[in-house]
């Protein structure tokens, strides 16, 4: 079992830049490939960024890509999503998820455990 805990979300203007964190309880975090995905109000949820188990690779979705990095502390039992140059349409709640694999799936069905959210808006 994972249990996930995110933070940093809030209100920023467009062009500004947010740090979600999310915190990992167990020991095995560092097995698990993790994610963020994020949910506009009325809509799906869509992929935003994922990382593998070690770090080594990154996935963007191309509407976030050279704006939003993806990192982990595995001694911190922590994931991080830098967000810059923030626009309007990045308003979502975020959410962190994490799956015991070696490369992660951008389709959210595929992933194991997930946090409850934070809230990101972006005013224009």
């Known amino acids: 079992q994972v249990q996930l805990v995110e933070s940093g979300g809030g209100l920023v203007q467009a062009g500004g830049s947010l740090r979600l964190s999310c915190a990992a309880s167990?020991?095995?975090?560092?097995?698990?490939?993790m994610g963020w995905f994020r949910q506009p109000a009325g809509k799906e949820r869509e992929f935003v960024a994922a990382?593998?188990?070690?770090?080594?690779?990154?996935y963007y979705a191309d509407s976030v890509k050279g704006r939003f990095t993806i990192s982990r502390d595995n001694a911190k039992n922590t994931v991080y999503l830098q967000m810059n140059s923030l626009k309007p349409e990045d308003t979502a709640v975020y959410y962190c998820?994490?799956?015991?694999?070696?490369?992660?799936?951008?389709?959210?069905?595929?992933?194991?455990?997930w946090g409850q959210g934070t809230q990101v808006t972006v005013s224009s």
């Open positions: 998820a994490a799956d015991w694999v070696n490369i992660p799936d951008t389709r959210a069905d595929e992933w194991d455990y």
């Open positions: 167990g020991r095995t975090f560092s097995a698990y490939a």
């Open positions: 990382i593998t188990w070690n770090g080594f690779n990154t």
